[in-house]
């Protein structure tokens, strides 16, 4: 454990230094090299121990004391985070390459790219051509995004979301107290709220994956239960999607799926008929939502779920007939959300 | 063997051509900053929108950016210093720094290592001015935005709390959406019942398009795989020309990751990839030292006689390369060995397509006498051995009654080129078949005096088809002398060996001044096969043999008909003894002796 201490602190130092000193200037290849090795070896203990509260509050307690001391010689020194060591390969690369003092052969290093199709992208270990690789990946999606289907959640928020699920999963496995997952759901989306429009795919592509053991069905289970709970989480969601990724939600989990449904019907039940447009609007302006839209989500829904559709149709009937049974049209929400799915 | 001037005869070869006559003749070619204008305007172009409109711009116009981020280098690297450059080219900055963002130009290989590689040649080790210090700022902030910028805040937040790398994260993101691609393409079916929709085979043309500069990123080669091999049930779209360009471009380089049946698609598709694909089998296949056994290894490897059983329209076009380099070098028997081990590759990869192989020969050779066809493609261990003997003789008789109606036809009318035709396209195909002339060699010497008309024609006439060209009738006078000389050499009652009478037989095979000379292969083929079957003992035919190839100094000749008889002979379905076997182990060593 204190030789992990002490290669923690070193290598911090080693970031610092690479970030702020002009030292930086005389490094060479095998010097860097080394500097990602070291890197490297933080992310594992990061992976290691993350889990495990008192060895991470070891760890937590020597990061201080090393944050301390270099902000102490370097007045211009970021701390780094326990969280950041996750990560700290990217990190060296970010503040070597906003180091001035980086001499042109480490850049002409990190940049060099082979032309030949051999290059073996998987190969993690290299740092040569490090940079090119990342340019490469990063263009490919942009050059590829485009031709993606519209209605779904995107590549972007699949991947998102298969990582949200594996976090929640390691979270959830880690501890039985149920706030380690909620914290971490919490830290997690909380970055949301700025990019609150991303939120949504992510969630929803996170319940869409495919699970294949108990703990990721838990997994999802608990993001679900944290989306109802939610004030207002589960009608952002809802208000922000695409019918059909709605649909596929309530065809793949009966709670969505009842909460859903439960959504639609106090949608329906809060909108006013405006004499002056002939059209049924919503009262409420948070959530804007359309009659023809609610006719949309329901035809996806009875799609994906058929037998949902005599179900639905009885309560509408119902509801009408609690109305008094208008054949005219305005007269009632239920009838004319019958009509519309009629046609 | 001139590939290079083939090749000019093919589509793969005229591109090529034209592409060099353009730069020669071009009385001005513009240098860089002459067209440094140019590029800046497509460059801001390119960065203004994102339509397919734009898109396909890029990719039509990427390979000659390329080449002119190649000249930009050599022209940065041979001034000495930054500033120098600047003044010389002062939209220089400007260019590559809007280049840089644009993702078709980045996600390329070539053209984004180039790229880089002007960006970081401007760099100034040791800035001696502001502008080349500041240079080296921009140069800086510009390459770690590229290597660390991320637009996603979702996708921020998510990598920093579960620790996932930026490039595990971007290739994850790549590989998802290569996957989803490819359904969305798999999924698409031409109803050209649904007019109103639209075809969606249009999302075919704009994957194929968009692909452009992914060629060679290994990560999209699945889907790059998946659009070649894409059903064109459609008329209106298929693959964007573009696209086939650049992958030929990139499989003429040996660029390319692409699995079986892609390339077999790509053939398919591309006329000049196939074309290059054929030269370069048969470049490789007759280059120096290469043995029969070597040729027949190299033809099964490629997937070329697989791409031919699979399409007859590919099997056509190969066909007619080796039609026309045939026309070409009719005496080179190595070429004419590569046609052979490849039809019968073709032949056993279309057996195992179809069950009845044979239904279908029409079809791949609408140019040969159908009568042929079938008998031809019966291969020797097919049927029982006494059958052989009749099979070859009404082989040798049709063929016989070919050439007779053509020569009278010619005498009639000499201006008549199309009995011609027939004679050759006959010619063609037994030089494709030519296992069977082998098999007339081997009964040339087990069947004796009585047979050996037709099958001595036979032999003739693969090596010397016409009269008019090749002298056949008076061939077949010299191939009769021969074959009488190796009867009698090698029957057991001529002893001993009578030196006058092996000098006689050494000298038909010298070149004679005044007239056409037989073809040596033709009486080492009859030598090596009296050595093996005849009747002598082993020593005394390797006596014979050593004699005859080490003073007519045909000792390479007599190599490759021997290992031509013995790959016939270890193939599975032949009837050879242990004996024939040692024999011609024997007789192989014999040779080599020879050749030392």
Known sequence: MEAVLKNLGRTVELLAVAAHSGVVNEWDEQTVTRAFHWARYCEHIYSRFHGNPVIRGVLEKQLQLTNHSLKEALPEYNAVSFLDLGRCQDLLLLWLLNNSALPISIMKMLFETKASADSTSSNYEDVRGLCSQIIQCKSACTVLRPLLDVPSVGADAEVQGEMLMEGLGTALSQSSDPRRAEDFLSSVLQEFEVAAEHLCPVIAAALLTTTDSAAQTAAQDFLLDWLQSRRGALQHVCTALPSKVLADLAKRHQKFRDAFCKLLKRWASEMEYRLTEGEWVHAATSSAVSLQKMTEHYLTLFEACPSLRTEIEDELKAQRIADGDYDVRGLSVWGDILLALRK | ?596
């Open chain 2, 1 to 596: 063997m001139d590939f290079f001037k083939l090749k000019s005869e093919f589509a793969c070869g005229k591109r090529q051509m034209t592409e060099l006559q353009v730069q020669q003749t071009t009385a001005h070619w513009p240098n860089v900053q002459e067209m440094m204008p140019f590029w800046l305007e497509k460059a801001i172009a390119w960065g203004q929108t994102d339509t397919p409109d734009t898109r396909k711009d890029i990719s039509l116009h990427l390979k000659r950016l390329r080449d002119f981020f190649q000249e930009l280098l050599t022209e940065i690297s041979s001034v000495s210093s930054t500033t120098e450059t600047l003044n010389r080219l002062p939209l220089l900055g400007q260019l590559l720094g809007r280049l840089c963002w644009n993702p078709h130009v980045t996600a390329e290989g070539a053209s984004r290592g180039l790229l880089l590689q002007c960006l970081l040649a401007l760099y100034s080790e040791h800035p001696s001015n502001a502008v080349e210090g500041k240079a080296n700022q921009w140069i800086q902030k510009v390459l770690c935005q590229l290597a660390t910028d991320e637009e996603d805040g979702a996708a921020v937040a998510l990598m920093k709390h579960l620790a996932v790398p930026t490039k595990e994260y971007h290739l994850k993101v790549l590989k998802k959406m290569v996957t989803r691609i490819q359904e969305s393409i798999g999924n698409s079916r031409c109803s050209v019942s649904s007019t109103n929709k639209g075809c969606s085979c249009s999302s075919v043309w704009a994957a194929s398009e968009a692909c452009v500069p992914l060629i060679t990123c290994p990560e999209a080669s699945p889907l790059i795989g998946a659009l070649l091999q894409q059903q064109m049930t459609c008329i209106r779209e298929g693959l964007s020309e573009n696209f086939l360009d650049a992958l030929h471009s990139a499989y003429s380089r040996c660029d390319l990751l692409l699995d079986e049946q892609a390339v077999v698609s790509l053939w398919y598709q591309s006329l000049p990839s196939l074309e290059e694909a054929v030269l370069n089998l048969l470049v490789s296949a007759t280059a120096a030292g290469s043995t029969p056994s070597k040729v027949e290894e190299q033809v099964s490897k490629s997937l070329l006689p697989k791409a031919c059983a699979q399409h007859c329209s590919v099997f056509l076009v190969v066909n007619d390369i080796f039609r026309t380099v045939l026309k070409q070098t009719e005496r080179n028997e190595r070429v004419k060995n590569v046609f052979q081990a490849f039809t019968k590759c073709f032949f056993m990869e279309l057996s195992r397509l179809q069950p009845q192989p044979s239904a279908s020969l029409k079809a791949f050779f609408p140019q040969s006498p159908p009568s042929l066809l079938i008998p031809l493609f019966t291969m020797p261990s097919e049927m029982p051995q006494e059958s052989l003997k009749n099979h070859l003789m009404w082989v040798s008789s049709s063929l016989q009654r070919l050439t007779e109606e053509d020569e009278d036809e010619e005498d009639s009318d000499s201006s008549n080129i199309r009995g011609n035709h027939k004679v050759f396209e006959a010619w063609f195909l037994l030089v494709q078949c030519a296992y069977w002339v082998q098999v007339a060699v081997q009964l040339l010497v087990t069947s004796g005096p009585e047979n050996c008309g037709p099958l001595l024609w036979l032999l003739t006439f693969y090596h010397h088809p016409t009269n008019r060209w090749h002298h056949r009738a008076s061939q077949l006078v010299q191939a009769k002398a021969a074959w009488d000389h190796l009867y009698s050499l090698f029957s057991i009652v001529a002893r001993p060996l009578s030196a006058d009478h092996l000098q006689s037989f050494i000298s038909l095979l010298a070149p004679k001044p005044q007239q056409p000379s037989l073809a040596p292969s033709l009486t080492l083929n009859l030598l090596v096969n009296f050595a093996t079957f005849g009747q002598l003992p082993q020593s005394t035919s390797a006596e014979i043999t050593q004699k005859v190839v080490h003073q007519s100094g045909l000792q390479d000749e007599a190599a490759r008909v021997l290992s031509l008889l013995r790959l016939r002979l270890n193939d599975r379905g032949s009837f050879a003894s242990d004996r024939v076997h040692l024999r011609i182990e024997e007789l192989h060593n014999t040779i080599k002796k020879t050749q030392m």
